[in-house]
């Protein structure tokens, strides 16, 4: 059943003063909290981008308190400056200051588009961009330029966002990771942190391998968020390729009920499953992005009819009547002990908020991994049927037959991972084995969801579980496994949503004794995203989740580098 927003079980006290609440930007970035009537936002011309969200600098671009251009400059410095990170792969530099000068016109004549007039966001290259580059990270892609934009994208064009560029991934978005990518592999921010070197053994091993991962497949976009270069981006999440680099950044990652956002324009992996995702500094961002991009498509047919009401999530929640459900099948062989204690105490805090904490049993979801690759895998091998090399993409020079190069164009535009797939998908799909494995898939899917259902219907409003087995890993330890093995570690705790068509969001917590990112993962009911938001933000505020430091990183031009030819090596 579907919730209205009357029938949350929270109660939402609202703010006593009624303001708007926000940060001072004074000299030297130093903060100081604005809390009366009116209160805004004064970020200096030279802003310290460090801890904004995406609502201060939209009021403070409305106040002229920092103009877009200004805004765009200072996100392109950050872009070449962290360019060892290998977030982008296509920097859309003139455009995005065209878009941002089109927006400073707007706004001095006090007529925005909308909230995010102004604000830098970037897209995963995944999505269709209208006269830019969409590669999928792969070269039977490379080269390819849409005629049209997705629609989540065109939305946000359409509220005067700017787009700073299109970001990394694994090829055709086929990873946990991102690190499967023609144009190299993206790089976690936290690895060059001060909180993850400070905590290092001096005689640990220097090899360039050691640098941590950001986690995939929508390690881009991820990245690009935690290193301030845009204030959102989208990711695409199939499995849980949103949450789980935004889990491993330290980013909030939320993917929504299936059917609430357009897939139109976004490449397919598995069409049953894929969903758009968003990743923010703060789940009060995700909500203003998801009311910008949810809602009815005529383009896409799985997108709900009813009308979506955007929301503004409350400073003030009460969870005293919330029921949080805790699935004893989570509790997985190889969780970390720090993200076992994390879940623990997470759990103690709601109940001394009040909230009831109940354990609950999800006993299909032991078989949700291989359910998923049966699943995956055959609606891969029909997706990438159409990338023959006949009428876009890649195409070979071995022509001697049809079939010669159909083969040929199949094997040199896509990497082993993603012919793997391909293969093990129509192996599923032939006729002797259908009945086998795509059909017991399916059936084992509706289990699955029968579970959830079971659960929620029970009186539980939101299930607590981890986001990732443990930190990020370094490159060298992630890539002692194959992919396929990877991915189920990876998705344990996060793609069994994507099956059941769920809503889910992933929190950061804490920083684990190496000092990387470790955060939570909340599941709402179908449609439900407002009180699963609404949960998440309150989560958020008593986390006080420690910024990013990468004064180092920033103030050395040589470290970039000297990293960048190390990865160029790869």
């Not at 992996?269 to 894929?274: A, I, K, P, R, Y």
């Not at 082993?416 to 391909?422: D, E, H, L, Q, T």
């Not at 920083?511 to 998440?536: H, K, N």
Request: charged letters at 20%.
């Amino acid at each position: 059943a579907r919730c209205a927003v009357t029938s949350l079980p929270l109660s939402f006290a609202p703010h006593q003063d009624g303001g708007a609440h926000g940060v001072t930007v004074g000299v030297g970035g130093r903060l100081e909290t604005a809390g009366s009537r009116g209160g805004g936002v004064n970020i200096s011309i030279n802003m310290n981008m460090r801890g904004r969200t995406m609502r201060e600098v939209s009021q403070a671009l409305r106040q002229g308190r920092i103009s877009p251009t200004e805004l765009c400059q200072k996100c392109l410095s950050l872009i070449r400056k962290t360019k060892v990170l290998n977030a982008y792969i296509t920097v859309t530099e003139d455009q995005a200051m065209k878009q941002a000068a089109d927006a400073e016109k707007r706004l001095q004549k006090g007529n925005p588009l909308g909230a995010l007039d102004g604000v830098p966001f970037a897209v995963k290259d995944n999505f269709s961009t209208a006269g830019i580059e969409t590669t999928c990270a792969s070269n039977m892609l490379k080269g390819y330029v849409a005629p049209f934009n997705a629609t989540v994208v065109q939305r946000l064009l359409d509220q005067g966002a700017v787009l700073m560029g299109k970001t990394n991934l694994d090829e055709f978005a086929m990873g946990s990771g991102s690190v499967d990518s023609i144009f190299g592999p993206v790089r976690n921010p936290w690895g060059y942190s001060e909180q993850y070197r400070e905590r290092q053994v001096e005689d640990q091993d220097t090899e360039d391998s050691n640098w941590v991962i950001a986690g995939g497949s929508s390690g881009g976009s991820a990245v690009a968020v935690a290193s301030w270069t845009c204030f959102a981006s989208l990711g695409s999440d199939t499995g849980g390729s949103t949450r789980n680099p935004a889990a491993h950044c330290g980013v909030v990652g939320f993917k929504s009920s299936y059917g609430l956002l357009s897939r139109h324009g976004l490449i397919p992996l598995v069409n049953s499953m894929d969903v758009p995702g968003i990743m923010s500094r703060c789940v009060d961002d995700i909500s203003t992005v998801l009311g910008v991009v949810a809602g009815h498509d005529a383009k896409d047919s799985t997108t709900v009819q009813d009308p979506f009401k955007p929301f503004e999530l409350p400073e003030e929640i009460d969870i005293r009547n919330l029921c949080v459900g805790i699935p004893k099948e989570y509790h997985a062989s190889g969780l970390s002990a720090e993200a076992l204690e994390m879940w623990g105490k997470a759990a103690d805090l709601f109940e001394n908020a009040g909230a009831k904490v109940i354990e609950v049993s999800l006993p299909h979801t032991q078989y949700s991994i291989v359910c998923y690759h049966v699943l995956c895998t055959a609606e891969v091998a029909s997706n990438m049927a159409r990338f023959d090399g006949l009428e876009y993409g890649h195409r070979s020079n071995v022509e001697s037959s049809t079939e010669a190069l159909y083969a040929a164009t199949r094997h040199e535009g896509f990497n082993a991972v993603v012919r793997g797939r391909i293969l093990a998908g129509n192996y599923f799909l032939l006729k002797q084995n259908y009945d086998d494995y795509f059909v017991k898939a399916q059936k084992v899917r509706r289990l699955i969801t029968n579970d959830f259902v079971k659960v929620f219907g029970s009186g539980v409003d939101v299930l607590l579980t981890p986001a990732t087995l443990s930190d990020a890993s370094t490159f060298a330890e992630y890539t002692k496994e194959d992919n396929r093995t990877r991915c189920a570690q990876e998705d344990i705790f996060t793609q069994s949503a994507n099956l059941a068509g769920l809503p889910a969001v992933t929190v950061p917590a804490t920083l684990s004794g190496r000092g990387l990112p470790l955060s939570l993962q909340f599941i709402g009911r179908a449609f439900c995203d407002e009180q699963l938001l609404t949960v998440a933000k309150w989560f958020e505020q008593r986390m006080r989740f420690p910024l990013l430091n990468l004064q180092t990183l920033l103030n050395d031009p040589s470290e970039p580098l000297k990293s960048q030819t190390s990865l160029r090596a790869l």
